[in-house]
C-alpha cells in the first residue's frame, strides 16, 4: 500500500478545522515535549525534597498534578509555561476522566519505552567487539 502524501497547502489539524498556527493551532513537538521535561522536573524537586527521591513518590507527584491541573487550568503547569493547552475539539470542560486516561497512559507507557531503549542500549553495549578495533574511534564506511 503507498502512503497517500499530504498537498502543500495541507498542514497538522486541518481536517480538525483548527487553524494553521498560532492560537487554536496544534502544537508542535518540541513545545509538547519540553512541556512534558518541565512537568516530570517539578514532580522530581517536590520528590527530592519530601520523598528522598523515591521513584513512585516521583511518579505519583507527576500524575497528581496532571490530573488536577489539566482540568482546572486548561494544562498542567508545564503546558502552562510553554504558553500550551489542551482544549476539546468540541470545546467545554475537558472533565476529570479524559486527564485520568492521558495520566494513566503518559505514566505507564513513558517508563515501558526509556526501559526499552535503555535495554537495547545495553545489549549493544554488550557486544563483544573484535581486537584491534577501538569503537570511540571505529566509523561507519561512507557510501559511494
Excluded at 497547502?9 to 487553524?19: E, P, T, Y
Excluded at 505519583?60 to 503546558?79: C, N
Amino acid at each position: 500500500m503507498v502512503p497517500e502524501t499530504q498537498p502543500e497547502n495541507d498542514f497538522a489539524g486541518q481536517r480538525l478545522g483548527l487553524a494553521p498556527a498560532g492560537s487554536g493551532s496544534i502544537a508542535q513537538l518540541g513545545r509538547r515535549v519540553a512541556a512534558l521535561a518541565i512537568d516530570w522536573a517539578c514532580a522530581v524537586l517536590i520528590s527530592i525534597a519530601f520523598f528522598d527521591y523515591d521513584p513512585l513518590a516521583t511518579t505519583v507527584v507527576f500524575a497528581i498534578a496532571q490530573i488536577l491541573f489539566i482540568p482546572t487550568l486548561g494544562g498542567s503547569p508545564g503546558h502552562r509555561i510553554m504558553r500550551l493547552r489542551l482544549i476539546r475539539l468540541g470545546g467545554g470542560w475537558t472533565g476529570l476522566w479524559r486527564p485520568i486516561v492521558r495520566t494513566a497512559l503518559l505514566v505507564l507507557v513513558i517508563p515501558a519505552v526509556i526501559k526499552r531503549v535503555d535495554s537495547v542500549s545495553k545489549s549493544l553495549a554488550s557486544l563483544p567487539i573484535p581486537k584491534g578495533i577501538d569503537p570511540t574511534k571505529a566509523r561507519a564506511p561512507r557510501p559511494r
